[in-house]
Structure formats: structure tokens, C-alpha cells
């Protein structure tokens, strides 16, 4: 059993801004985690938060595609989990940007659950780094 999460989000902001947002490590490491991403693809990372007593603190990732400024994906991998997250960025009509989100692979809804939440917390502080 494979199960998927989508999210849409919606910023005030260019879709280049928005596309550097997710893909410039720097940038990352303000909304997500620690991290030293390069948006080409093969290239393999990490995403780094604190160690806790039930995990070690990382994401395994490795990029999958990358076309500026409308799609990215990587793997997002955790212990035997491994996932796949597609970002796909479309402008629309009112001068925002919709991020829409579907990473696939959960083998369970309790993962699934934490993905939302964790997702939804991280693109409030994205809402905040576009702002700046």
C-alpha cells in the first residue's frame, strides 16, 4: 500500500522568486531544514534537523528533475521510507503563485499525517520568507 499527500499553497510573489525560494539551499534552510541542496539532478543531499530519541535527524535525498521555473522533484528518504516530492509551480491570474506539493510512497497514514502537518508548518514560514 503506497499512499500520496497533496497540498496546494498560494503565495503573493513571481514564480521566480517562489522557484528560488525552493531550490537555493540557503533559502531552504530558512523554511525547511539545514541542508546542501543543488537543484541538478543526481545530485544527492541532505536534509538536516536535531537528532531526537525515535530518529537521527536526517533526510536522504536525491534530485530527480529539475525545469525551471515549474517543476522539481526529489527523493525524501527516511529510515526504510523512501518518498518521492514533486513541486509544481504555476502562476496564476491574481499575481500569485500556486506551489502545489505530492510526495508518494507513504506505507502509512500516520506518516502521511506528519508529512501534512510538517508541510503546512514549513510553508507558513515560505509564506514569511517571501515577504522578507
Excluded at 42 to 50: C, K, L, S, T, V
Aim: net charge negative; hydrophobic share 40%; aromatic share 12%.
Amino acid at each position: 500500500m503506497s499512499l500520496a499527500l497533496t497540498l496546494d499553497f498560494q503565495y503573493k510573489t513571481t514564480i521566480d522568486k517562489l522557484w528560488s525560494a525552493i531550490t537555493d539551499s540557503e533559502k531552504l534552510a530558512k523554511w525547511v531544514l539545514k541542508n546542501d541542496f543543488k537543484p541538478i539532478v543526481g545530485h544527492q543531499f541532505q536534509f538536516r534537523a536535531e537528532p531526537n530519541e525515535y530518529w537521527d535527524g536526517v533526510i536522504d535525498g536525491e534530485v530527480l528533475v529539475v525545469d525551471p521555473p515549474s517543476r522539481l522533484s526529489y527523493t525524501w528518504a527516511v529510515g526504510e521510507e523512501k518518498h518521492t516530492v514533486v513541486w509544481t509551480l504555476q502562476e496564476l491570474e491574481n499575481g500569485k503563485v500556486n506551489l502545489h506539493l505530492e510526495q508518494t510512497g507513504f506505507s502509512n497514514p500516520h506518516g502521511l499525517a506528519g508529512a501534512k502537518h510538517g508541510w503546512s508548518a514549513w510553508c507558513g514560514e515560505l509564506e514569511k520568507l517571501l515577504a522578507q
